[in-house]
């Protein structure tokens, strides 16, 4: 069998899941990157079309984090809900009266998260 063989044998062969990961996956997603910094210099951050990308965005991030919170897969599901709510609210507390530091807001939301159940095993 050589290697541009086109049967359905070819789906086997060790290179296949590489160039699909290849074709499927990075291509189509970095041509649009290319394309958003090329043209990143004559966009106006103030256009409709831009702000309605930001939101629809911001949009996108709060219901994944929202899925965490009230729906987590995986050892997240073991912390009961109002650990991870109260770590949620700890975070957003810590960002809008810490200066708005992003990291800082992460690592208060993680100290709550991870160190209440901690604190809860050892009494």
Known sequence: ?????????????????FLFILLAGWLPTDVWRWLGVLSS????E??????AA????????????GRLL???GGSLAAIPD?????????GFCAYL???????????VAEIILLG?????RLL
């Open 1 to 17: 069998m050589s290697w541009l063989d086109t049967s359905y044998r070819a789906l086997v062969a060790p290179w296949w899941p």
């Open 41 to 44: 210099g004559r966009i106006d």
């Open 46 to 51: 103030k256009s409709t079309l831009i702000v």
């Open 54 to 65: 930001r939101a629809i965005a911001t949009g996108l991030v709060a219901a994944v984090i």
């Open 70 to 72: 009230l729906f987590p």
């Open 82 to 90: 109002w650990i991870r709510i109260a770590a949620l609210a700890g």
């Open 97 to 107: 009266w810490l200066g708005r530091q992003t990291l800082v807001a992460i690592l």
């Open 116 to 120: 209440i159940p901690w604190a809860m």
